[in-house]
Protein backbone atom coordinates (compact mmCIF):
# COMPACT_ATOMS: atom_id res chain seq x y z
CA UNK A 1 0.00 0.00 0.00
CA UNK A 2 1.04 3.61 -1.30
CA UNK A 3 2.20 5.78 1.24
CA UNK A 4 2.61 10.04 0.96
CA UNK A 5 4.69 12.54 2.31
CA UNK A 6 4.28 15.89 1.63
CA UNK A 7 6.22 18.95 2.67
CA UNK A 8 4.19 22.33 1.43
CA UNK A 9 6.39 25.32 1.60
CA UNK A 10 6.11 28.82 0.31
CA UNK A 11 8.41 28.43 -2.44
CA UNK A 12 7.42 24.69 -3.58
CA UNK A 13 5.01 22.09 -2.28
CA UNK A 14 7.20 18.63 -2.77
CA UNK A 15 5.38 15.25 -2.38
CA UNK A 16 7.24 11.80 -1.85
CA UNK A 17 5.39 8.49 -2.54
CA UNK A 18 6.47 5.13 -0.24
CA UNK A 19 8.07 2.57 -1.27
CA UNK A 20 8.52 3.50 -4.30
CA UNK A 21 10.38 7.00 -3.18
CA UNK A 22 8.97 8.62 -6.54
CA UNK A 23 9.15 12.43 -6.22
CA UNK A 24 6.43 15.40 -7.43
CA UNK A 25 5.96 19.07 -7.03
CA UNK A 26 3.54 21.57 -7.23
CA UNK A 27 3.04 25.75 -6.43
CA UNK A 28 3.74 26.98 -3.08
CA UNK A 29 1.78 28.51 -0.43
CA UNK A 30 0.83 31.99 -1.18
CA UNK A 31 -1.50 34.06 0.70
CA UNK A 32 -5.26 34.79 -0.11
CA UNK A 33 -8.91 33.68 0.40
CA UNK A 34 -8.19 30.92 -2.38
CA UNK A 35 -4.82 29.65 -0.58
CA UNK A 36 -6.15 26.18 0.59
CA UNK A 37 -8.17 25.86 -2.83
CA UNK A 38 -4.82 26.56 -4.50
CA UNK A 39 -2.97 24.45 -1.79
CA UNK A 40 -4.94 21.32 -2.73
CA UNK A 41 -4.94 21.40 -6.26
CA UNK A 42 -0.66 22.01 -5.82
CA UNK A 43 -1.39 18.52 -4.04
CA UNK A 44 -3.27 16.98 -6.89
CA UNK A 45 -0.48 17.63 -8.91
CA UNK A 46 2.40 16.91 -7.18
CA UNK A 47 0.72 13.15 -6.64
CA UNK A 48 0.35 12.90 -10.67
CA UNK A 49 3.35 13.79 -11.69
CA UNK A 50 4.50 11.05 -8.93
CA UNK A 51 2.41 8.88 -10.58
CA UNK A 52 0.20 8.00 -7.97
CA UNK A 53 -3.20 6.56 -8.84
CA UNK A 54 -4.28 5.51 -5.52
CA UNK A 55 -5.42 4.38 -3.27
CA UNK A 56 -3.35 5.63 -0.69
CA UNK A 57 -3.09 4.26 3.03
CA UNK A 58 -1.70 7.58 5.04
CA UNK A 59 -0.93 10.92 3.95
CA UNK A 60 1.24 12.79 6.10
CA UNK A 61 1.51 16.41 5.60
CA UNK A 62 3.67 19.29 6.89
CA UNK A 63 2.33 22.92 5.47
CA UNK A 64 3.43 26.45 5.61
CA UNK A 65 -0.03 27.76 5.04
CA UNK A 66 -2.00 25.35 8.11
CA UNK A 67 -5.14 26.91 8.02
CA UNK A 68 -5.85 28.61 11.30
CA UNK A 69 -9.57 29.17 11.09
CA UNK A 70 -11.32 26.22 13.83
CA UNK A 71 -12.88 23.11 11.74
CA UNK A 72 -10.63 24.36 8.40
CA UNK A 73 -7.52 22.05 8.67
CA UNK A 74 -9.93 19.17 9.60
CA UNK A 75 -11.85 19.96 5.85
CA UNK A 76 -8.71 20.16 4.24
CA UNK A 77 -7.67 17.00 5.72
CA UNK A 78 -11.24 15.37 4.66
CA UNK A 79 -10.91 16.93 0.89
CA UNK A 80 -7.29 15.70 0.86
CA UNK A 81 -8.23 12.31 1.73
CA UNK A 82 -11.31 12.56 -1.19
CA UNK A 83 -8.59 13.49 -3.85
CA UNK A 84 -6.25 11.21 -2.93
CA UNK A 85 -8.63 8.03 -2.11
CA UNK A 86 -6.47 7.65 1.17
CA UNK A 87 -7.45 5.91 4.19
CA UNK A 88 -5.96 8.58 6.67
CA UNK A 89 -4.48 12.09 6.62
CA UNK A 90 -1.95 13.60 8.90
CA UNK A 91 -2.27 17.01 8.85
CA UNK A 92 0.46 19.33 10.60
CA UNK A 93 2.52 22.48 10.42
CA UNK A 94 5.77 22.67 8.45
CA UNK A 95 7.84 23.34 11.67
CA UNK A 96 6.79 19.86 13.02
CA UNK A 97 7.72 18.25 9.94
CA UNK A 98 11.08 19.98 10.10
CA UNK A 99 11.74 19.19 13.73
CA UNK A 100 10.51 15.23 12.85
CA UNK A 101 13.56 15.08 10.06
CA UNK A 102 16.04 17.29 11.71
CA UNK A 103 15.70 15.47 15.26
CA UNK A 104 14.66 12.05 14.64
CA UNK A 105 14.77 10.99 18.62
CA UNK A 106 11.56 13.61 18.74
CA UNK A 107 14.09 15.72 21.57
CA UNK A 108 15.19 19.46 21.23
CA UNK A 109 14.65 22.72 19.69
CA UNK A 110 14.53 23.19 15.96
CA UNK A 111 14.64 26.50 14.23
CA UNK A 112 13.22 27.05 10.87
CA UNK A 113 13.98 29.91 9.18
CA UNK A 114 13.05 30.85 5.10
CA UNK A 115 11.39 33.66 4.45
CA UNK A 116 10.07 33.14 7.78
CA UNK A 117 11.21 31.93 11.01
CA UNK A 118 9.63 29.57 13.52
CA UNK A 119 10.88 27.23 16.31
CA UNK A 120 10.08 24.25 18.14
CA UNK A 121 10.86 22.81 21.57
CA UNK A 122 10.08 19.05 22.20
CA UNK A 123 10.51 17.66 25.55
CA UNK A 124 11.35 13.96 26.39
CA UNK A 125 7.57 13.69 27.43
CA UNK A 126 6.11 15.24 24.60
CA UNK A 127 5.10 18.58 25.76
CA UNK A 128 5.47 21.33 23.44
CA UNK A 129 6.35 24.83 22.91
CA UNK A 130 6.33 26.86 19.80
CA UNK A 131 7.94 30.44 19.98
CA UNK A 132 7.83 33.25 17.20
CA UNK A 133 6.20 31.86 13.73
CA UNK A 134 4.59 35.57 13.97
CA UNK A 135 4.77 36.55 10.59
CA UNK A 136 6.30 39.08 8.68
CA UNK A 137 4.62 42.07 10.90
CA UNK A 138 4.91 40.90 14.71
CA UNK A 139 7.72 38.48 14.16
CA UNK A 140 9.97 35.80 12.09
CA UNK A 141 13.07 37.97 14.35
CA UNK A 142 16.02 36.44 12.37
CA UNK A 143 14.38 35.78 9.04
CA UNK A 144 15.26 36.24 5.47
CA UNK A 145 12.59 38.78 5.81
CA UNK A 146 13.41 40.42 8.52
CA UNK A 147 16.95 40.48 7.32
CA UNK A 148 16.02 41.96 3.74
CA UNK A 149 13.75 44.81 5.63
CA UNK A 150 16.84 45.76 7.57
CA UNK A 151 18.99 45.65 4.47
CA UNK A 152 16.36 47.61 2.16
CA UNK A 153 15.81 49.92 5.20
CA UNK A 154 19.71 50.92 4.89
CA UNK A 155 19.38 51.20 1.81
CA UNK A 156 17.22 53.97 1.90
CA UNK A 157 19.04 55.66 4.64
CA UNK A 158 22.58 55.60 3.19
CA UNK A 159 20.80 57.43 -0.14
CA UNK A 160 18.92 59.80 2.06
CA UNK A 161 22.02 60.50 3.78
CA UNK A 162 20.53 59.74 7.11
CA UNK A 163 22.67 56.97 7.84
CA UNK A 164 26.31 55.15 6.96
CA UNK A 165 27.38 54.75 3.58
CA UNK A 166 26.56 51.10 2.25
CA UNK A 167 27.89 48.54 -0.64
CA UNK A 168 23.89 47.68 -0.24
CA UNK A 169 22.85 50.95 -1.54
CA UNK A 170 24.47 49.82 -5.00
CA UNK A 171 21.53 47.58 -5.68
CA UNK A 172 19.36 48.81 -8.81
CA UNK A 173 16.43 48.28 -6.73
CA UNK A 174 14.33 51.06 -5.72
CA UNK A 175 12.66 49.48 -2.50
CA UNK A 176 9.59 51.59 -3.05
CA UNK A 177 8.37 49.99 -5.54
CA UNK A 178 7.76 46.89 -3.88
CA UNK A 179 5.01 48.17 -1.65
CA UNK A 180 2.85 47.65 -5.12
CA UNK A 181 4.54 44.14 -5.41
CA UNK A 182 1.92 41.39 -4.47
CA UNK A 183 4.83 39.22 -3.88
CA UNK A 184 6.00 41.86 -1.12
CA UNK A 185 7.31 39.50 1.73
CA UNK A 186 9.25 36.99 -0.88
CA UNK A 187 10.74 40.05 -2.51
CA UNK A 188 11.56 41.88 0.66
CA UNK A 189 12.83 38.07 1.68
CA UNK A 190 15.21 37.71 -1.81
CA UNK A 191 17.17 40.76 -0.63
CA UNK A 192 18.74 38.75 2.43
CA UNK A 193 21.33 37.25 0.28
CA UNK A 194 22.61 40.37 -1.26
CA UNK A 195 22.89 41.71 2.64
CA UNK A 196 25.00 38.22 3.32
CA UNK A 197 27.33 39.31 0.09
CA UNK A 198 27.81 42.51 1.65
CA UNK A 199 28.58 41.61 5.06
CA UNK A 200 31.14 38.74 3.79
CA UNK A 201 32.73 41.44 1.78
CA UNK A 202 33.63 43.56 4.70
CA UNK A 203 30.65 45.82 4.81
CA UNK A 204 30.11 46.68 8.32
CA UNK A 205 26.56 48.02 7.99
CA UNK A 206 25.67 44.33 6.03
CA UNK A 207 28.09 42.91 9.02
CA UNK A 208 26.26 44.56 11.55
CA UNK A 209 23.15 43.40 10.08
CA UNK A 210 24.12 39.54 10.31
CA UNK A 211 25.19 39.87 13.76
CA UNK A 212 21.41 40.98 14.88
CA UNK A 213 19.70 38.66 12.79
CA UNK A 214 22.12 36.09 14.61
CA UNK A 215 21.42 37.94 18.46
CA UNK A 216 17.53 37.56 17.26
CA UNK A 217 17.40 33.78 16.18
CA UNK A 218 20.16 33.09 19.55
CA UNK A 219 17.80 35.03 21.80
CA UNK A 220 14.80 32.56 20.36
CA UNK A 221 16.73 29.40 20.40
CA UNK A 222 17.88 30.46 24.13
CA UNK A 223 13.98 30.73 24.96
CA UNK A 224 12.88 27.40 23.77
CA UNK A 225 15.88 25.74 25.83
CA UNK A 226 14.60 27.34 28.73
CA UNK A 227 11.09 25.79 28.28
CA UNK A 228 12.64 22.48 28.80
CA UNK A 229 12.97 20.31 31.67
CA UNK A 230 15.96 19.47 33.14
CA UNK A 231 19.39 21.43 33.04
CA UNK A 232 21.33 18.99 30.67
CA UNK A 233 22.21 19.92 27.51
CA UNK A 234 19.48 20.35 24.61
CA UNK A 235 20.01 19.62 20.80
CA UNK A 236 19.12 22.46 18.87
CA UNK A 237 19.25 22.39 14.85
CA UNK A 238 18.94 25.12 12.31
CA UNK A 239 17.31 24.16 9.05
CA UNK A 240 15.61 25.88 6.01
CA UNK A 241 16.78 27.94 3.55
CA UNK A 242 18.31 30.75 5.47
CA UNK A 243 20.63 28.73 6.92
CA UNK A 244 21.26 26.24 3.86
CA UNK A 245 22.47 29.97 2.28
CA UNK A 246 24.77 31.40 4.78
CA UNK A 247 26.66 28.40 6.22
CA UNK A 248 28.92 29.08 9.10
CA UNK A 249 28.34 33.14 7.76
CA UNK A 250 24.69 32.40 10.52
CA UNK A 251 25.89 30.08 12.64
CA UNK A 252 28.96 31.25 13.94
CA UNK A 253 27.47 34.69 15.56
CA UNK A 254 24.47 32.35 16.34
CA UNK A 255 26.21 30.18 18.46
CA UNK A 256 28.37 33.16 20.12
CA UNK A 257 24.39 34.01 21.20
CA UNK A 258 23.35 30.95 22.81
CA UNK A 259 23.17 29.42 26.28
CA UNK A 260 25.21 27.00 27.92
CA UNK A 261 22.63 24.16 27.63
CA UNK A 262 22.11 24.98 23.92
CA UNK A 263 24.02 22.77 21.54
CA UNK A 264 24.20 22.93 17.92
CA UNK A 265 23.32 19.64 16.35
CA UNK A 266 23.36 19.20 12.32
CA UNK A 267 20.43 18.42 10.82
CA UNK A 268 19.90 14.89 10.09
CA UNK A 269 17.15 15.09 7.22
CA UNK A 270 14.57 17.56 6.03
CA UNK A 271 11.36 18.78 5.96
CA UNK A 272 10.19 16.11 3.39
CA UNK A 273 12.10 13.39 6.05
CA UNK A 274 9.69 14.17 8.23
CA UNK A 275 6.78 14.46 6.47
CA UNK A 276 7.82 10.33 5.44
CA UNK A 277 8.49 9.72 9.38
CA UNK A 278 4.84 10.67 9.89
CA UNK A 279 3.18 8.94 7.29
CA UNK A 280 5.02 5.56 7.90
CA UNK A 281 5.54 5.30 11.57
CA UNK A 282 4.06 6.32 14.86
CA UNK A 283 3.04 9.89 15.75
CA UNK A 284 4.60 10.48 19.04
CA UNK A 285 5.77 12.95 19.83
CA UNK A 286 4.14 14.69 17.42
CA UNK A 287 0.42 13.72 18.07
CA UNK A 288 -1.01 16.56 19.97
CA UNK A 289 0.25 18.77 16.56
CA UNK A 290 -1.80 16.44 14.22
CA UNK A 291 -4.91 16.69 12.62
CA UNK A 292 -6.31 13.02 11.91
CA UNK A 293 -8.30 12.10 9.39
CA UNK A 294 -10.11 8.74 8.17
CA UNK A 295 -12.15 7.14 5.63
CA UNK A 296 -15.19 5.82 7.61
CA UNK A 297 -15.88 3.28 5.73
CA UNK A 298 -13.35 0.60 5.67
CA UNK A 299 -12.90 -1.13 1.73
CA UNK A 300 -14.98 -3.56 0.56
Not at 48 to 66: H, I, S
Request: hydrophobic share 45%.
Amino acid sequence: MTHLAIDGGQSALRLRALPSRRTGTGPGYTHGPDALRRMLTAVGSAAAEAGVTGPVEVVALGLTGYPPVPGAAEEFAADVGELLDADEVRLTQDMVTAHAGALPDGYGVVVAAGTGLVCLAVDRDGSWHKLDGHGYLFGDAGSAFAIGRAGLVAVQRARDGRGPVTKLADTPLDPVTLYRSPTLVDDVARFAPDVLRCAAEGDPVAADLVVRAAGDIGETINAAVAQLAGEGPVPVACVGGLFRGAGDQLLEPVRAALSARAQLTPAVGNSLDGAERLATGSLHPYAALTVIHRRRQSRE
